[in-house]
């Protein structure tokens, strides 16, 4: 069996040699400064009777650097997250995109970012919630 390494940001597949190879690659990266920043951040959906919820961490992003849309039935989180290394100012941005539900009021869609913690409520329209329905 080959073991391959995959970085997909670079395109290109390279050869583990050894039992550890990628860990010491992955290491050597980090003390070189070279890691390459990810492109998307994981979200968290949830939902209940009312709400629909997408939930991100975003440790070390501003809410100045976050910017949070609707189009075309998605919903899309932009993050920049800014650092000073002495003299120079690196950035790095991320997105992440997720399929709206197509039962969700766009008009009463709200966002908030506590600690680094960015909530996004999607309400749903009155007439698709669950209703008790009286028997007589």
């Known amino acids: 069996?080959?073991?391959?390494?995959?970085?997909?940001?670079?395109?290109s597949f390279a050869p583990a040699f050894g039992r550890f190879a990628g860990l010491a690659n992955e290491i050597d990266q980090l003390?070189?400064?070279?890691?390459?920043?990810?492109?998307?951040?994981?979200?968290a959906l949830s939902e209940d009777k009312d709400n629909a919820y997408v939930r991100a961490e975003l440790p070390g992003v501003k809410r100045e650097d976050l910017k949070v849309e609707t189009a075309d039935g998605a919903l899309?989180?932009?993050?920049?997250?800014?650092e000073k290394n002495g003299e120079r100012e690196e950035a790095a941005a991320f997105t992440r995109s997720v399929s709206l539900p197509a039962d969700v009021e766009l008009e009463k869609v709200a966002a908030t970012y506590e600690n680094g913690v960015l909530t996004v409520t999607l309400p749903k329209r009155e007439a698709l919630?669950?209703?008790?329905i009286t028997i007589a």
Request: glycine share 2%; charged share 20%.
């Open 129 to 132: 919630k669950p209703r008790q």
């Open 31 to 43: 003390l070189a400064g070279t890691v390459l920043p990810a492109q998307d951040f994981p979200v």
């Open 1 to 11: 069996m080959r073991i391959v390494q995959y970085y997909p940001n670079q395109r």
């Open 76 to 82: 899309t989180i932009t993050a920049t997250r800014r």
